[in-house]
């Protein structure tokens, strides 16, 4: 995946649009920082997210964190397999370890994200 064409939150999360769906996962940067994800909790399909607010949880051997989403509207597809074993989220996460794809409400964007550079200006701080 061309990480450049993504968009980043604050709180790490990726998102890849494609026309009115939003693919949602956690960026590699986060995922170092959680070192092996043990334990994923994600919505139902239908469920409502709204951009910067908790969607999950996901779990480490070291804490547990709230994921965030990225964008605004209704959850339409789940990586359920990430329900059972998280691993290919320490393994890909920016392929078979995506999380949610959502439909965007109706004027929501992605124009409150960062561009890869901007992020990657923020992951190094972030890292100290």
Request: proline share 3%; glycine share 8%; charged share 20%.
């Amino acid at each position: 995946m061309d990480l450049s064409t993504l968009r980043y939150a604050e709180s790490h999360e990726w998102a890849k649009l494609d026309g009115s769906l939003v693919t949602v996962g956690i960026t590699q940067f986060a995922v170092d920082q959680l070192t092996d994800v043990t334990h994923l909790q994600l919505p139902k399909v239908g469920a409502a997210v709204t951009a910067g607010q908790a969607f999950g949880e996901i779990e480490s051997v070291k804490a547990v964190f709230d994921l965030n989403a990225p964008v605004t509207g209704e959850v339409v597809e789940v990586n359920s397999k990430l329900a059972t074993d998280p691993s290919p989220i320490n393994a890909d996460c920016y392929e078979a370890g995506w999380m949610l794809k959502v439909k965007l409400a109706a004027g929501a964007n992605l124009d409150h994200l960062m561009d890869k550079a901007r992020y990657d200006e923020q992951a190094a701080s972030d890292g100290h």
